[in-house]
């Protein structure tokens, strides 16, 4: 969705950041939100705010090539959208085979909300301060929370 809060446009920004520092070479490769992906119930596809995908997959749907396979997906939440990411797109996101972690990143407070899924079960793991991390085992990173809410506005970072 397009018109985003200052605060949303900075998390963003930072997350894609670290992702793109920390998987370069890897064969993982971040996307933003302009990167539609297939989902496998109600859309066809939905646009996350960041996906990961390794050896990236497509298919074309109405002429636009769609990723198929992101390990990782992020949502930075806003007041508006908080109940849609963590209930409707949640659930349409893990029709997707490939998928094992979900992140929920908050825009007004720090709090960092990540699902992992390990043998069908989604796992959840909230991290509220900045001197957490967020760690993403699919990957095999680890994300500063302090670096994720680095100049939003909150929490001082």
Known sequence: ??????????????????????????????FPSDQR???NAGSPYLYPDLSVACEPQFTTINGLRTLLNPILIVEVMSPSSAADDRGAKFLQYQTIDALRDYVLVDSVAVGVLHFHERDAIWQPQLVESLEGRLEVPSL????????????????SA
């Open 1 to 30: 969705m397009g018109g985003a809060q200052p605060e949303h446009n900075a998390i963003c920004l930072n997350i894609g950041g670290e992702l793109r520092t920390q998987l370069r070479g890897s064969g993982c490769r971040p």
């Open 37 to 39: 992906v297939k989902v």
């Open 140 to 155: 095999g990173i680890e994300v500063p929370i302090s670096e994720i809410y680095l100049d939003s506005g909150i929490g």
